[in-house]
């Protein structure tokens, strides 16, 4: 059995996930749960920490690195955002370091800001570490779908820029709490209504949102598709609107997208590029701890 | 007094508003109650007619024209919708003539419908009659704020086309549903912070909604702008939005954008086509019981 030499904590607000990492950055065990931050009862950060790893290091003596949404406000320790351009050395660079009440040292991962050429903020907390992990080189664009996609715009091996979209966040608003609740509900798969949506979403660079929201409402009531369609429908609304809108933010990079993400997730967005053109590749999963390790590394911590 | 010749129902899913029209179109008495098609118990819309009505025409004699959302799947009487262009008379051509268990003879007045250039399909229940109400004639632009606001071009005396944009029911469900509603429930009234949304919805060209939306949420937490402001930003974000993909509509329009709503929503409209420097004029209220007693009178129902 390999040596273990770095525990990594990936936490977001809805997820727990833990690696007990090798000198190499192969991992030896893993753990997993539903134990996100917005499930600690009374901020007992240390106490889920403690029992996910419990067996692994009980000297508490192997160095600890930790990302994601646990940085945030809302989080167990708030740190600055570093700025970009970043990449994996920016990052060691900027770690926290933080000793808890039981004597466990950990270095906390801080999330990245950019400002638009017009001055708009845009931050990421979790993926400036995936990113990390690919450790892709050269002029590189990446899609991360989720509740807030990520865009990221990658140059030499640092992110130099990226855009963020709140597209699942405001996919599961319009879907249950909008007139279009009225049919979403009885959800099928319909991938031909999710292509339709992606080109609609798409047109127009991606704008007339709000428009062609109320047009799904109205196409049903017009019996122009089934209602029972208009979830995927939305879905691929809402991604097209979102590829659209990311297609002007790195219009040199001629290399394939880069798709960051979950099985599924990944999968639909793989389909919604298909039709509109845009080359992709998926990258391999576990970037996260794959990430913290190279951070961990640059700091000297392995 | 004068004497009582029409009875007008302006029915939508959370309103009931009912008046007492004289031979010229005057209203000699009114009522209006939260009894709206969603608040209708048991599907008993007779009842809730008949009370609202009493002591206004005894022997159910008076002619009764009523429109709004009453005429949806999920109102009283569905009507199908009446194909653009239509004004007056071609809506007074199509009334839906319905007897009540109780004996009383009710005109439904349907809503209309429209095919975009490209076939997408968009409708409208109410507002047809509230348009018919202004009497407006030559090219004119309206737009009609709300849930699922309108903007309606007008030719001669007909609707010539409209376009719905999901603006009301959209903004409730990100202030609510999404990582916005964070900070959205310390509203303060901005007029600053709305300006600001507004001017960031209309860049170009209302394209990039799901990024902007995520930026408010980035601004906030860089300090870019204090928290409780958020909501008056989204605000303006989606009205700002909902002009720029109006703007294209009716691009040969050249006369003022007409107003049409109730008087704190067409304030709110009023200040955006400020910031965007379009000119616009507000449309005298209770214009749906003038468009019933026009549409009743083309019909010869006075």
Chains 1, 2 share one sequence.
């Not at 039709?275 to 640059?298: M, N, S, W, Y």
Request: hydrophobic content about 45%.
């Amino acid at each position: 059995m390999s040596t273990a030499k770095l525990i990594g904590i990936d936490w977001g607000t809805t997820s727990f996930r833990a690696a007990l990492m090798d000198g190499g950055g192969g991992i030896i065990d893993r753990k997993a749960s539903g134990e996100g931050l917005l499930a600690v009862p009374d901020r007992d950060f240390e106490g889920v920490l403690e029992r996910a790893v419990a067996g692994w290091d009980e000297g508490r003596a192997l160095p600890l690195v930790a990302s994601g949404m646990v940085t945030s406000r809302t989080g167990w320790v708030e740190t600055p955002y570093l700025p970009c351009p970043a990449g994996a050395g920016e990052l060691a660079g900027a770690l926290t370091r933080f000793t808890t009440a039981g004597g466990r040292r950990i270095a906390f991962i801080t999330g990245l800001s950019y400002r638009n050429p017009d001055g708009a903020p845009d931050v990421m907390r979790g993926e400036e570490t995936q990113i990390a992990g690919l450790a892709l080189h050269g002029l590189r664009l990446a899609v991360m779908p989720g509740t807030h996609s990520k865009w990221v715009r990658i140059d030499g091996d640092q992110i130099a820029a990226f855009r963020s979209a709140m597209t699942g966040d405001a996919f599961a608003a319009l879907r249950d709490h909008t007139v279009l609740k009225l049919t979403t509900a009885d959800r099928i798969e319909a991938q031909e209504a999710f292509a339709a949506g992606v080109a609609i979403g798409a047109a127009e660079g991606g704008a007339g949102l709000l428009g062609k929201l109320f047009r799904q409402r109205a196409g049903s009531l017009m019996g122009d598709f089934p209602a029972y369609e208009t979830a995927e429908r939305l879905s691929g609304l809402m991604i097209g609107t979102e590829i659209a809108e990311a297609r002007s933010f790195a219009p040199d990079v001629d290399r394939p997208v880069v798709i960051v993400g979950g099985e599924a997730l990944a999968a639909r967005y793989g389909v919604a590029l298909d039709v509109l053109g845009i080359a992709h590749e998926t990258a391999p999963v576990d970037a996260a701890f794959a990430g913290q390790f190279r951070i961990a590394k640059a700091a000297g911590l392995v």
